[in-house]
Structures are given as C-alpha cells and as structure tokens.
C-alpha cells in the first residue's frame, strides 16, 4: 500500500511562486511514477504533471509548461512540483497521486490534496 500526503498549499498573488510537497509510503514508490492533478470548483479534475520513478522524464499539461516544475527525491520518497508565474486560473485543489499508467496519466492512489488559490 501506499500512502500520500500534500502540503505547500497556500494563497498567493497572481506572478508569484509556491512550492508544494508530497511526502510517500510505501514500498511500491520507488518503482512507480508520481504526478500531480488539480480540480478547481465546477470542474472535473485534470491532469498537471509526471514524471517517471528515476525522476527524468517528465509530462506537462501545455497550460503549465515552462512555469511548472516537477521534481521528485526517492531517498526522501517526496515529489515535489514547483509552480512559477502563477495565475488566478490556475486557482484549484491539488493532489498528488501514483501513476500506474503513463500514457494514459491514470493514477491509483491519491493524497488528500492541498488548496491553491492565486488572486488577481
């Protein structure tokens, strides 16, 4: 099993950064890849970013690239994603999940997610 719990969250204006975390349990993380989703109100929820479990191959949604960074350290068993240039639009609640199927960016076990909210 694995466990994953998000923290970084936070209200920020719009041009500013944030940083969030995701700390990881479980034996099956190294092997995995990791990424992060985000739901803002109204909306389903969508896809943000991967990356596989050595940590070099990444996946972006095209709203986010070149602003967004994801990161992950295995020895800590945390992936990170790094957010630049935030807008209001990006304003939504983020969760980070294990990808257990990498073109079709599915993920099988979620964290509880983190708000972030970008004003204007």
């Known amino acids: 099993q694995v466990q994953l719990v998000e923290s970084g969250g936070g209200v920020v204006q719009a041009g500013g950064s944030l940083r969030l975390s995701c700390a990881a349990s479980?034996?099956?993380?190294?092997?995995?890849?990791m990424g992060w989703f985000r739901q803002a109100p109204g909306k389903e929820r969508e896809f943000v970013a991967s990356l596989d479990f050595s940590g070099s191959n990444t996946a972006y949604v095209d709203s986010v690239k070149d602003r967004f960074t994801i990161s992950r350290d295995n020895a800590r068993r945390t992936v990170y994603l790094q957010m630049n240039s935030l807008k209001p639009e990006d304003t939504a609640v983020y969760y980070c999940?294990?990808?257990?199927?990498?073109?079709?960016?599915?993920?099988?076990?979620w964290g509880q997610g983190t708000q972030v909210t970008v004003s204007s």
């Open positions: 999940a294990r990808i257990f199927n990498w073109s079709e960016r599915r993920g099988d076990y």
């Open positions: 479980g034996r099956t993380f190294l092997g995995y890849a």
